[in-house]
């Protein structure tokens, strides 16, 4: 089935590591990205690629970096500058081409301990 | 300013409607979204519209857009308990056919007997 994938669902990591969040899709959509959302509140833009080999800075980029070496692959890097980084991180693609709409994958949980 | 804003909670009763309302403030946004997301799980998009249109209906759920006023709402006729979650307003910024989206903090729907 077509779809984005998120992996791990649930993560762990202690204060000072580096984390991987994986996103892929098989949907040949062009464009990705990663939304943070923290309790009751909205979805926040952390980056966002619209081709291979690009991507730009979204809302709060700060403390984390991505790699859209491959159109199906946008993993997003947790790296311990980012002083809180406990939250619930969605990945997205949209088709593009004038094609409006961004579906979502189910998500991970990271949780700092 | 990118604000998108939401009534926070909204209770109903099985088989009322429920209308979730939404103001957002750049009037240059081409379309809107909703999008509902259920406990732990990704958003799933319910449906968009074009800034050129007033309404749009889908089988139980209608939108309707108030470009003048800037507000958009979300009405979900015949409201079952499958219905509750959290919903969420989205507005899009992009250039070239790929969009980002400014979401709201969202509207936890509550349906009960």
Request: charged share 20%.
């Amino acid at each position: 089935d077509g779809g984005i994938t998120q992996s791990p669902k649930y993560l762990f990591r202690k204060e000072g590591q580096n984390v991987t969040l994986s996103c892929e899709q098989n949907l040949n959509h062009d464009a990705m990205y990663w939304y943070r959302q923290d309790p009751g509140q909205g979805l926040r833009l952390i980056y966002y690629s619209q081709i291979v080999n690009d991507f730009q800075k979204g809302d709060i980029a700060e403390g984390y970096s991505v790699s859209r070496e491959k159109k199906e692959s946008f993993p997003l890097t947790v790296t311990s500058a980012q002083k809180n980084p406990t939250a619930f991180y969605l990945c997205a693609s949209n088709p593009g081409q004038g094609r409006n709409t961004i579906y979502f994958g189910e998500g991970s949980w990271l949780t700092v301990v | 300013g990118e604000d998108v804003e939401q009534s926070l909670f909204l209770s109903v009763r099985e088989g009322d409607s429920s209308v979730i309302n939404c103001t957002y403030t750049d009037s240059s946004s081409t379309y809107l979204y909703w999008y509902k997301q259920e406990p732990g799980a990704g958003l799933q998009l319910l449906t968009y519209i074009f800034s050129n249109m007033d309404m749009k209906q889908d089988q139980r759920l209608t939108v309707l857009l108030n470009k003048k006023d800037k507000h958009l709402s979300l009405r979900i006729a015949d409201t079952q308990t499958g219905d509750s979650a959290i919903y969420f307003c989205a507005e899009s910024k992009g250039s070239g056919g790929y969009n980002k989206l400014i979401f709201g903090a969202g509207t936890r729907l509550a349906v009960h007997p």
